[in-house]
């Protein structure tokens, strides 16, 4: 891609997954990265493979849903790589799980502080120099559920319809004032990572009290076959090509797949007419 050469990308969540396959992409691309993530160890093992093929990638370990840490994220990109072109804002995590009334405020609070708090931090602190400059690309990873519903699932669709809106008021406030930074919303469908063993960055002071309590043996078998289902999903190197194509032809959509098309002109349908949400289509549907 013509531009992209020698600048800067920030990938939140670069560690693993969709932050990490994006690294490689951009990296392949001849960018220079920056790569955020709460996971040491994995962050630093995708530096070394970078390295490895010569692509120069600061690593930084960032908790995004801390604004002080953001902060730091920032000033250690402009001190030692220079000024972000393309800034990613990619971190997320399942938020916890259940019924509603069941959902422990830590649940919340964990799903909004990195999922949409993680979103709102990165771009306080890199969208400003990118509109002074005039130039750049803000991807925001939402998902499908970002433009669905599905039952158990409350804070993890709560946060990504809002990073949804949020991209979409980005666009439109961009556009409006005749900027050349251009916004991407990313909306995964089923991708074959490790996102269904979010848990494993749980903080501790947000930890359900409740999980104790909870048959192990039941637990584990649903974690199974959601892990089974993302299984059948697409790779996370389809999703960067994705995200890339995007960013070439200046798309704000980007879908990774088209199983969930119909789900979403339903929920579509049903807000045209007035009618109650459709409850045969969600996030998993199609798969």
């Known amino acids: 891609m013509a531009g992209l050469e020698g600048r800067v990308a920030v990938v ?10 994006m690294a490689r ?6 960018m220079r990265l920056a790569l955020a993530d709460i996971e040491a160890e994995a962050l ?17 370990v960032t908790d995004v849903s801390d604004v002080a840490e953001m902060e730091a994220l920032a000033k250690r990109v402009a001190t030692d790589l ?20 069941t959902l422990t405020t830590a649940d919340w609070e964990w799903g909004i502080g990195v999922n949409l708090w993680g979103v709102i931090h990165g771009l306080r602190v890199f969208l400003g120099d990118l509109k002074a400059r005039d130039a750049g690309h803000v991807v925001l990873t939402s998902s499908i ?8 699932a409350a804070p993890y669709h709560a946060t990504k319809h809002a990073v949804a809106s949020i991209a979409e ?62 299984s059948r999903g697409v790779t996370p190197a389809h999703v960067a ?29 049903a807000i045209e007419a007035g009618e109650n949400p459709p409850t045969n289509f969600g996030a998993l549907d199609g798969y």
């Open 12 to 21: 939140t969540g670069g560690a693993s997954g969709i932050g990490r396959a």
């Open 25 to 30: 992409r951009f990296g392949a691309a001849g």
């Open 44 to 60: 630093e093992a995708v530096g070394e493979e970078l390295a490895a093929q010569s692509v120069e990638a600061l690593r930084v």
């Open 82 to 101: 220079g000024e972000p072109h393309l800034v990613c804002l990619n971190a997320g995590v399942s938020g916890g799980g259940g019924p509603i009334e």
């Open 145 to 152: 559920a970002g433009l669905t519903n599905s039952p158990q």
């Open 169 to 230: 008021v980005l666009y439109r406030e961009l556009h409006d004032a005749g900027s050349q930074v251009t916004a991407h919303c990313l909306c995964p469908g089923l991708v074959s990572t490790n996102f269904p063993t979010g848990d494993r960055n749980r903080p501790t002071a947000l930890e359900n009290p409740g999980a104790a309590n909870v048959d192990a043996a039941a637990v584990e078998a649903m974690q199974s076959a959601v892990r089974e289902i993302f």
């Open 241 to 269: 090509e994705c995200v890339y194509e995007a960013i070439e032809t200046n798309r704000f959509w980007v879908y990774t797949d088209d199983v969930h098309r119909e789900a979403i002109r339903a929920r579509h349908r």
